[in-house]
T-cell receptor, first 105, second 110 residues
């Protein structure tokens, strides 16, 4: 059975901290892994990863994929209160349960 | 462009009632999806449509039906609502694997 597992389930940090969110997967017919940020409403797209070892960056966020070990990480440096959200990992249409991040001022 | 739109935003049903959730996208995407999101469960796929005229079951299709009316519209129907269907429902469409989500419908079944 295809599955996507995220860890930790929740995380509380202080502003300025660096966090690493994990996503492992067992999915047949892998095509891409996607990260989304969900605040109060619908998920919004962060990154799409298709190749191992190539880091994607957007400001303080970065992500990398390891297709041999079947996992991805999402890093957020110098966290801000606006980073508080649920971060979702998905492989095609299979979603993990998400990591709930809370950043304290 | 409005992107992906969903109606209604909120709905309360009694057990046994039926309703249809509407979804439309104006991005000319071929694939559309219906998910439900429950606390601690992430997003679970109910049904999807890879192209106009085709629909397929996802992970949790029981109690639901869908219609891909045309390329723009993909509706989700609950024939006889049950309290277990209380959830937030998201519609999405896909371009190159990236999914664009609608704002969601919060459904409560009492």
């Amino acid at each position: 059975e295809d599955k996507v597992v995220q860890s930790p389930l929740s995380l509380v940090v202080h502003e300025g901290d660096t966090v690493t969110l994990n996503c492992s997967y067992e999915v047949t017919n892998f095509r891409s892994l996607l990260w989304y940020k969900q605040e109060k409403k619908a998920p919004t797209f962060l990154f799409m990863l298709t190749s191992s070892g190539i880091e994607k960056k957007s400001g303080r966020l970065s992500s990398i994929l390891d297709k041999k070990e079947l996992f991805s990480i999402l890093n957020i440096t110098a966290t801000q209160t606006g980073d508080s959200a649920i971060y979702l990992c998905a492989v095609t249409h299979i979603f993990g349960t998400g990591t709930r991040l809370k950043v304290l001022a | 462009n409005a992107g992906v739109t969903q109606t209604p935003k909120f709905q309360v049903l009694k057990t046994g009632q039926s309703m249809t959730l509407q979804c439309a996208q104006d991005m000319n995407h071929n694939s559309m999806y219906w998910y439900r999101q429950d606390p601690g469960m992430g997003l679970r796929l109910i049904y999807y449509s890879a192209s106009e005229g085709t629909t397929d079951k996802g992970e949790v299709p029981n109690g639901y039906n869908v219609s891909r009316l045309n390329k723009r519209e993909f509706s989700l129907r609950l024939e006889s609502a049950a309290p277990s269907q209380t959830s937030v429902y998201f519609c999405a469409s896909t371009f190159a694997y990236e999914q664009y989500f609608g704002p969601g419908t919060r459904l409560t079944v009492t």
